[in-house]
């Protein structure tokens, strides 16, 4: 079964840094177009950071600068580097792919995946 599995959110003070992580498993060999959403309280889901397949990375205007999209595609894993974070940025963070692999009797696939969501809270 694929799953894609979010880590390192928490607590943190302003100005302080996290690193997300978003790791596919299951019998899969490719991640394409794997993006980062938030969505912070009472607000609706936005996009944060995605990267495509050759490297190249888009931003929210609210977070350039100061977050950094990566990719190991090695490990099908997804990061996001968040620093200088301000309460605003308080939300679940939720990572998105489209996943390639193989089902259990063979067949190759490519399907959407959200992962479960992780939550950054920023506070002092």
């Known amino acids: 079964q694929v799953q894609l599995v979010e880590s390192g959110g928490g607590l943190v003070q302003p100005g302080g840094s996290l690193r997300l992580s978003c790791a596919a498993s299951?019998?899969?060999?490719?991640?394409?177009?794997p993006g980062w959403y938030r969505q912070g309280p009472g607000k609706e889901r936005e996009l944060v950071a995605s990267?495509?397949?050759?490297?190249?990375?888009t931003y929210a205007d609210s977070v350039k600068g100061r977050f950094s999209i990566s990719r190991d595609n090695a490990k099908n894993t997804v990061y996001l580097q968040m620093n200088s974070l301000k309460p605003e940025d308080t939300a679940v963070y939720y990572c998105?792919?489209?996943?390639?692999?193989?089902?259990?009797?063979?067949?190759?696939?490519?399907?959407?995946?959200w992962g479960q969501g992780t939550q950054v809270t920023v506070s002092s």
């Open positions: 990267i495509t397949n050759s490297g190249s990375t």
């Open positions: 998105n792919a489209d996943v390639s692999g193989y089902s259990r009797h063979g067949i190759h696939f490519t399907k959407n995946y």
């Open positions: 299951g019998n899969i060999f490719s991640l394409s177009a």
